[in-house]
């Protein structure tokens, strides 16, 4: 039975790099806003699991739902040699996907790609119980920065991106990621993306607003990694957790307001910022899409719709896409 293997690309100076040109630029606009990847560190990517498990977040029970009807076809003739998956958390879901394919007798490999290498170990000692044989080869990494980190396909490759994470992105960097996915696409790979759907508000809301303040955390300990990263001294209880849906762009907002103004120092990129409870840091958005709207963004960045799963009520959808031409 083979262990998993990690690559991690987070250790670089390249990656301190870039948190510094983020936080600075991030704090010192109009509004005060932090690129949400950063919510993930170790901490960070297990209070996103709690998240996943909360009564109130529908997104990963209805994509649960469409995975399990339509693996068992969709593996049939998909018959994948090796599956990366992008933001692969703890890999739950995906295991659905994992048992058709390995039923099919044509993987050979699984890539999981995540910002924490502890939960890529945490799922590597699970996922190599249950699927010995397979190799397992995780990549610690930042979508905008090491998609090429991962390793070359031995055969058909299919590569996940569920949990509606490209919701998390506005319009041109979302296409521009999209287009970095189509360079991992052969003329025989397929792309499967997960996008939460346009719905009722009183439904969206609760998921980013939960009852147990688990969200809340979530959102706040951004503020913790902010600090270890670039020696700050930004006081996270000092902060409320605001989320809301706007309607006029479809999607919730998450932000952090403070509860009285706040004079935060990061020593490592030298600068000063004040926060006033009038004002707001933006740390999160999360678009809500159209099957038109998908295929609208899935073209831009020269992919074609090949097939959308979309579940009752227009609660979640799947859209699988290959590269055009």
């Known amino acids: 039975m083979a262990s998993i293997r990690i690559d991690n690309y987070l250790r670089d100076q390249g990656f301190f790099d870039t948190m510094a040109e983020d936080v600075r630029r991030g704090l010192t606009s109009t509004p005060k806003i932090l690129p949400p990847k950063y919510f993930y560190d170790d901490v960070g990517s297990e209070l996103f699991e709690r998240i996943t498990e909360l009564p109130e977040y529908y997104p990963m029970r209805e994509e649960g739902k469409l995975l399990d009807e339509i693996s068992p076809d969709f593996m049939r003739w998909m018959r994948p040699a090796q599956v990366v998956e992008l933001g692969s958390g703890s890999s739950t879901k995906t295991r659905t996907l994992l048992d058709s ?185 999360s678009h809500k899409f159209t099957r038109e709207r998908v295929s609208e963004m899935l073209e831009a960045a020269g992919l074609q719709l090949q097939e959308w799963h979309a579940a009752p009520g227009d609660m979640f959808g799947l859209s699988l896409s290959c590269a055009k031409g």
């Open 101 to 285: 394919a390995v039923k099919e007798g044509t993987l050979r490999s699984y890539v999981p790609f995540d910002v924490s290498e502890s939960i890529i170990r945490e799922a590597g000692e699970v996922l190599e119980k249950r699927y010995p044989g397979i190799e397992l080869h995780g990549v610690a990494g930042d979508f905008q920065r090491h998609l090429d980190k991962i390793p070359e396909a031995d055969g058909r490759r299919l590569v996940l991106f569920l949990g509606s994470t490209i919701g998390n992105m506005f319009a041109g960097p979302r296409v521009e990621l999209l287009t970095e996915i189509r360079k991992l696409l052969g003329p025989e790979d397929y792309l499967l993306l997960g996008t939460d759907l346009v719905k009722d508000p009183g439904i969206i809301e609760p998921a980013y607003d939960d009852a147990q303040g688990v969200t809340a955390a979530f959102n706040k300990n951004m503020l913790t990694v902010i600090n270890n990263g670039l020696d700050g001294d930004f006081d996270p209880e000092a902060f409320d957790h605001e989320a809301f849906f706007n309607h006029d762009e479809a999607r919730i907002e998450m932000h952090l307001r403070p509860h009285t103004r706040q004079h935060v120092t990061l020593k490592k990129i030298d600068l000063e910022v004040d926060v006033s409870p009038t004002e707001t840091i933006w740390t999160e958005c």
